[in-house]
């Protein structure tokens, strides 16, 4: 069973950095787009920041600048470091995958979520 579990979470004072850390595990054939959401108390969950396999990235606009990123292929591991926290990145912050299985089809998949807690 393909699943994607999500570390790094936690509280941190504005200006901080926390990095975020998805690994998938499971049968595997490949993983295309990665990503990171999330989602703040009474929202709706929002994009930050994706990454294809060749490492194309795309950030939200409130993030550009201060938010990397990246991946490791051969781990199936998605990273996100996020410095110069501010209070309104507080959210749970989920984990995305387009997953390939080795039998059957590619589904998105999303992992159970990090709490990122920023105070001033």
């Known amino acids: 069973q393909v699943q994607l579990v999500e570390s790094g979470g936690g509280l941190v004072q504005a200006a901080g950095s926390l990095r975020l850390s998805c690994a998938a595990s499971?049968?595997?054939?490949?993983?295309?787009?990665m990503g990171w959401y999330r989602q703040a108390p009474g929202k709706q969950r929002e994009l930050v920041a994706t990454?294809?396999?060749?490492?194309?990235?795309n950030y939200a606009d409130s993030v550009k600048g201060r938010f990397t990123i990246s991946r490791d292929n051969a781990k199936n591991t998605v990273y996100l470091q996020m410095n110069s926290l501010k209070p309104e990145d507080t959210g749970v912050y989920y984990c995305?995958?387009?997953?390939?299985?080795?039998?059957?089809?590619?589904?998105?998949?999303w992992g159970q979520g990090t709490q990122v807690t920023v105070s001033s």
């Open positions: 995305n995958a387009n997953i390939v299985p080795e039998m059957g089809y590619m589904l998105p998949r």
């Open positions: 499971g049968r595997i054939r490949s993983i295309n787009t």
């Open positions: 990454i294809t396999s060749g490492g194309y990235t």
